[in-house]
């Protein structure tokens, strides 16, 4: 089974950065759009940033000109690059792919267990 597999978090400190990776396991055919969520305890998951396989981007209204997503399709890997991080925006990252495993002629949605964000003042 195909599964996503996130790295990159961590703790760092306001007005810092970081780049998040999102690896899918498995053999995979293609991957349509690739996106990332974010969710604070006690607060519901909420859009980043999303990519399309053309490249096409969208990006949540409060991280804009901050973050940057983007994808290597020759290996299927996404990326999230966070600069000028805020601490309100400590958080899990969670990694959303839709894609069709090599062996399928299914597209699903896949969700990764998340990567853990901690951003100090």
């Known amino acids: 089974q195909v599964q996503l597999v996130e790295s990159g978090g961590g703790l760092v400190q306001a007005g810092g950065s970081l780049r998040l990776s999102c690896a899918p396991s498995?053999?995979?055919?293609?991957?349509?759009?690739m996106a990332w969520y974010r969710q604070a305890p006690g607060k519901q998951r909420d859009f980043v940033a999303a990519?399309?396989?053309?490249?096409?981007?969208n990006y949540a209204n409060s991280v804009k000109g901050r973050f940057t997503i983007s994808r290597d399709n020759a290996n299927n890997t996404g990326y999230l690059q966070m600069n000028s991080l805020k601490p309100e925006e400590t958080a899990v990252y969670y990694c959303?792919?839709?894609?069709?495993?090599?062996?399928?002629?299914?597209?699903?949605?896949?969700w990764g267990q998340g990567t853990q964000v901690t951003v100090s003042s």
């Open positions: 959303n792919a839709n894609l069709r495993a090599y062996e399928s002629s299914v597209w699903r949605t896949y």
């Open positions: 498995g053999s995979i055919f293609a991957i349509n759009t």
């Open positions: 990519i399309t396989s053309g490249g096409s981007t």
